[in-house]
């Protein structure tokens, strides 16, 4: 596949791909973050399928910092369940800080 320069200057950092008759911009940045969601796609898939419904329904409403009691009323559950969900989601899937769990929650497009 041959580069080829367009005819008008992009910002630094940024990478120009020619597509069929349209152009493609496309940040490194955006390209880095693609591939490292594919990447925990890929390194938790097998387990991410191992999540409950409930769990997976929980996951996006923790990153978006809700509380257990929060969850709970909106889910219509106890706040033990809500708190044992979120437990069993850390366990699961390995989770060392809430950063992890959001990175992994945009990766599978929960958020």
Known sequence: MTMTQPDQP??????????????????????????EAKKLVNEYQTIFDQLTNREKEVIPLVVRGLTSTQIA????????????????????LAIESPYQLVCIAQAFDLV
């Open 10 to 35: 992009y910002a630094k950092g940024t990478l120009f791909i020619p597509a069929t008759e349209n152009r493609l911009e496309v940040s490194e940045r955006t390209v880095a973050r693609i591939l």
């Open 73 to 92: 009323e909106k889910l219509r559950i106890t706040r033990s369940t809500v708190d044992t969900h979120r437990k069993n989601v850390n366990r699961k």
